[in-house]
């Protein structure tokens, strides 16, 4: 069974920036846990010393919605 827990926001540049330093900070702290914050929830895991990191980058074009980019990380992992 797995646990999903997920939350959808919009944030500002800036906002951003601190939320990935946040979790940043949170891989490198020399613990066997780390905390993320999720929405309203904050969620436990336990990363090893080497993780899976999956970096995707879209850029469309399209007449009728114009231009749209994102990028998607993912972290993979076996506690």
Do not use: H
């Amino acid at each position: 069974m797995a646990d999903r827990t997920t939350a959808d926001q919009e944030l500002t540049r800036s906002e951003l920036a601190a939320y990935l330093r946040g979790l940043a900070d949170e891989f490198e702290r020399e613990s066997d846990e780390i905390a993320v914050d999720v929405g309203n929830k904050t969620v436990s895991l336990s990363p090893p010393e080497m993780v899976d990191c999956e970096v995707e980058v879209v850029e469309r074009s399209s007449v009728l919605r114009g231009q749209r980019e994102s990028i998607d990380i993912e972290l993979r992992w076996k506690p």
